[in-house]
């Protein structure tokens, strides 16, 4: 009698742990036939368009360093795979050294990036968006690189922050897919 009773348990416990797992964001959810809109799409696209909006500029205009920040949380990582080894930076080492010393360095008059494609997810004040990029140097007629960012986002005071971008760059050996391509 114990043991079914332990059975029984177990069995309604699983029964109400039942989790729909959705294949992507336009699927509609098995329990309510409705489907999934990202309640807050428009600011966290607007915020992920902004941080790329600061690191870049037009060939006669001064990087604006100083603004960069602004569009992150103080404590925000970013972690690129140019390499086999992932590089790691907080937004502070990223705007200066390295940032400031790659435009400098390399005598870059024009530096532009934008978003190719990008889709949204949000639970409450955490969000992820997955951003294929192009960046152009110095001029608009050949991009430089693509490759696809991973945007962590968090609301802060009624403010959408990046808390980190994972992301890794086109090679001959790693095309960007389609799927990241499409519209």
Same mark, same amino acid.
């Given at each position: 009698?114990?043991?079914?009773?332990?059975?029984?348990?177990?069995?309604?416990?699983?029964?109400?742990?039942?989790?729909?797992?959705?294949?992507?964001?336009?699927?509609?959810?098995?329990?309510?036939?409705?489907?999934?809109?990202?309640? *807050?799409?428009?600011?966290?696209?607007?915020?992920?368009?902004?941080?790329?909006?600061? !690191?870049?500029?037009?060939?006669?205009?001064?990087?604006?360093?100083?603004?960069?920040?602004?569009?992150? !949380?103080?404590?925000?990582?970013?972690?690129?795979?140019?390499?086999?080894?992932?590089?790691?930076?907080? !937004?502070?080492?990223?705007?200066?050294?390295?940032?400031?010393?790659?435009?400098?360095?390399?005598?870059?008059?024009?530096?532009?990036?934008?978003?190719?494609?990008?889709?949204?997810?949000?639970?409450?004040?955490?969000?992820?968006?997955?951003?294929?990029?192009?960046?152009?140097?110095?001029?608009?007629?050949?991009?430089? *690189?693509?490759?696809?960012?991973?945007?962590?986002?968090?609301?802060?005071?009624?403010?959408?922050?990046?808390?980190? !971008?994972?992301?890794?760059?086109?090679?001959?050996?790693?095309?960007?897919?389609?799927?990241?391509?499409?519209?």
């Amino acid at each position: 009698m114990k043991t079914l009773f332990i059975l029984l348990a177990s069995a309604v416990t699983l029964s109400s742990c039942h989790v729909s797992v959705k294949k992507s964001i336009g699927d509609s959810d098995s329990t309510t036939g409705k489907t999934y809109t990202v309640p *807050e799409d428009s600011a966290i696209t607007k915020a992920v368009h902004d941080a790329y909006a600061a !690191i870049s500029f037009k060939e006669g205009e001064q990087p604006r360093y100083g603004e960069i920040g602004n569009y992150f !949380i103080p404590e925000a990582q970013l972690i690129n795979f140019r390499t086999d080894t992932p590089q790691i930076v907080d !937004i502070k080492h990223f705007i200066d050294p390295l940032y400031k010393s790659f435009v400098e360095t390399n005598h870059i008059k024009m530096f532009y990036e934008e978003e190719l494609f990008g889709r949204t997810e949000q639970f409450g004040r955490v969000a992820h968006r997955i951003s294929t990029y192009v960046t152009y140097l110095n001029t608009r007629d050949k991009p430089e *690189e693509r490759g696809v960012n991973s945007f962590q986002l968090i609301k802060v005071k009624g403010v959408w922050k990046v808390s980190s !971008i994972i992301w890794d760059v086109e090679k001959s050996t790693l095309k960007v897919p389609d799927y990241y391509l499409k519209k």
